[in-house]
């Protein structure tokens, strides 16, 4: 099963609002990503988790803080974001080992689209 | 050079053709490659990975050519639910998926 699924499937949100997005997978997988994807562009990268350890943020700023509470969950906490943030969000999960630099293909969850108004 | 490129078409082809999408990428390092199919606001699928020898998948066929840092996607007997972004990713030095841009396919009946 290859599922990467996702919550909210839409969501509005103010300026000054806290809101989390949510992402899960069972395949067993231990890498897990978030992109960013605006219209008629390729998913941006914004952060790994590897082993439930961060391993890459893209330079993504702070008012979007990624968590991971274990190998299968993944969450993404926004806040006080901006209209330019307004996006689809989308968790993928691969296989991969500590230290493994291999890319492996990448299950993507059906995304989040969020409008910051 | 960008490090994946992508002719972003669009690709206006009728029902039944067969069209073929090309890639390059810039980093000779590279060992894993991947086309991934994305339908309007909805997520990237993968299509396939790509190997060495060459992979076929009933009407898809990828091929990579390693000394050229090309890879391509042939599809046979198009259909009208082929119609989508097709992307080509490239795997990066971390780890990471490094995406082209995507080329557009619309298939008419």
């Known amino acids: 099963d290859t599922e990467v699924t996702q919550t909210p499937k839409h969501l509005v949100m103010g300026m000054t609002n806290k809101k989390s997005l949510k992402c899960e997978q069972h395949m067993g997988h231990r890498a897990m990503y978030w992109y960013k994807q605006k219209a008629k562009k390729p998913p941006e990268l914004m952060f790994v988790?590897?082993?439930?350890?961060?391993?890459i943020n893209e330079s993504v700023p702070s008012r979007f803080s990624p968590e991971c509470p274990n190998s299968s969950l993944l969450n993404l906490h926004l806040h006080a974001l901006q209209p330019e943030d307004s996006a689809l969000y989308l968790c993928?999960?691969?296989?991969?080992?500590?230290?493994?630099?291999?890319?492996?293909?990448?299950?993507f969850g059906p995304g989040t689209r969020l409008t910051v108004t | 050079r960008k490090e994946v490129e992508q002719d972003p078409g669009p690709f206006n082809v009728p029902e039944g053709a067969t069209v073929a999408f090309n890639c390059t990428y810039s980093?000779?390092?590279?060992?894993?490659f991947f086309w991934y199919r994305q339908d309007c606001r909805k997520e990237p699928k993968l299509l396939m990975s790509v190997y060495s020898s060459g992979n076929e998948d009933g009407r898809f066929t990828a091929q990579l050519n390693r000394a050229s840092q090309y890879i391509s996607l042939l599809i046979r007997d198009s259909k009208l639910s082929d119609s989508a972004t097709y992307l080509c990713v490239v795997g990066g030095s971390q780890g990471n998926l490094i995406f082209g841009k995507g080329t557009k396919l619309s298939v008419k009946p």
């Open positions: 988790y590897s082993y439930e350890k961060l391993s």
């Open positions: 993928a999960s691969s296989q991969g080992r500590t230290g493994d630099f291999f890319a492996y293909e990448q299950y």
């Open positions: 980093n000779s390092a590279s060992q894993s």
